[in-house]
């Protein structure tokens, strides 16, 4: 099972719930092999929750064209290949603009002089970290880099590559509706749309909707601070048939311990809310993401 976490807006506690949602079940449910990565590469948050031990860190890059100047002869097909204006050809040098270039190889294929070579170009780093059971593993985009999308997919490969279809996988993506988030959610079996009762929660998240409907994800609702704003998502969930699976109450112990960067799953209130939630996903995906606990599985 792969269970995305998404918002339409930052703020609304959707790592909150990613991480709590992934140390409740890997604590409780020892048969699970849970895994929570974090895909908000512009600015990963989750392992400020979570300690443990680092199994593996390395470097990502992507592919960018390099120009061989004693080859070229200035023909101008590199930039009219490329649909991302990431080349310029001026009359006695190639400009490469890397935070342009989306690493298709048109201009490199279409060269007649072979003047264009790939190389690798440094975007970001992965860090993969063992706390208890649950495994963590999370993307960052490398200060200056633009394109989150190559990070995030590399980032997932390796989720997949890393741990076999047994595993449960919680992603943490980025917030809002944009490209990033739609390379997260893209093979999700489900996505937990976490909005505040809010107005401006409300606005968002119709944004959010109607983007899971566009691109065919099966979701639901859960609020977030309950008992703060008013009813507006409440009556917005009912009117469009949406399922709200889950409501975390507003409590000052959950802001004096996520300001400390501790976990909150423990708490009475939310236990129930997490447990609920869960219950609503397996209701949703007609699937048994819990098995039972005295099963045992590394």
Known sequence: ?????????????KTTLAVNLAAMISAEHPGVRTVLTDLDVEEPNAGLFLGGET???RGLSKEIPEWVQQRCTFCNRCREACQFNA???LPKTVLIFPELCHSCNACVGLCPEEAL???????????????????????????????????????????????PQEALKIYDAPPGTSCPVIE????????VLV????????????LSVRTMQKIGRSFGVVINRQGIGNDGVEQYCKEEGIDILGRIPDMKEI??????GGLIHTLPAVKEALKEIVEGIGAKTQSAILPPKNSSQE
């Open 55 to 57: 199994l593996e860190e």
């Open 1 to 13: 099972m792969k269970i995305a976490i998404a918002s339409g807006k930052g703020g609304t506690g």
């Open 184 to 191: 997260s959610v893209h093979e999700a079996d489900f996505v």
């Open 255 to 260: 802001a004096h311990r996520y300001a400390r």
């Open 195 to 206: 909005s505040e009762p809010t107005p401006f929660g409300l606005h968002d998240l119709r």
């Open 117 to 163: 070579v790939m190389k690798d170009h440094p975007i970001g780093r992965l860090r993969h970290v063992r706390t208890g059971r649950l495994h963590f593993v999370e993307g960052e985009l490398r200060i200056g880099e633009q394109q989150a999308v190559p990070v995030i997919k590399q980032t997932l490969d390796y989720t997949d590559q890393r741990f």
């Open 87 to 89: 080349i310029a050809v």
